[in-house]
Nanobody, 121 residues
Framework: QVQLVESGGGLVQAGGSLRLSCTASGSIFSINAMGWYRQAPGKQRELVAT???????NYADSMKGRFTISRDNAKNTVDLQMNSLKPEDTAAYYC???????????????WGQGTQVTVSS
């Protein structure tokens, strides 16, 4: 089993910044992609950004230039630096990771419990 624990959410004014962190632990042989998603009330969960083990990144268009995803493969962590926050960025942010328990196991995707980000106008 793999656990993902997020931290760093909170309340911030529009234009401010927050940094989210997520740590993966448990039965991990390797981690492929890690990512951040968000879900606002009444809306579907949407992609924020992903990063491969090699450092290749992908961002949703609305986050490009404002958010930066990074990871530390040695520590099994993924961070999301969020700048120039807007009220529409208010959502629960979820970390995920595609992990393998061994070299012969198929990868599985795990999710964290989410951390709330609220941006006031």
């Amino acid at each position: 089993q793999v656990q993902l624990v997020e931290s760093g959410g909170g309340l911030v004014q529009a234009g401010g910044s927050l940094r989210l962190s997520c740590t993966a632990s448990g039965s991990i042989f390797s981690i492929n992609a890690m990512g951040w998603y968000r879900q606002a009330p009444g809306k579907q969960r949407e992609l924020v950004a992903t990063i491969t083990s090699g450092g290749s990144t992908n961002y949703a268009d609305s986050m490009k230039g404002r958010f930066t995803i990074s990871r530390d493969n040695a520590k099994n962590t993924v961070d999301l630096q969020m700048n120039s926050l807007k009220p529409e960025d208010t959502a629960a942010y979820y970390c995920n990771a595609e992990t393998r328990r061994s070299s012969v196991n198929f990868p599985r995707v795990y999710w964290g419990q989410g951390t709330q980000v609220t941006v006031s106008s």
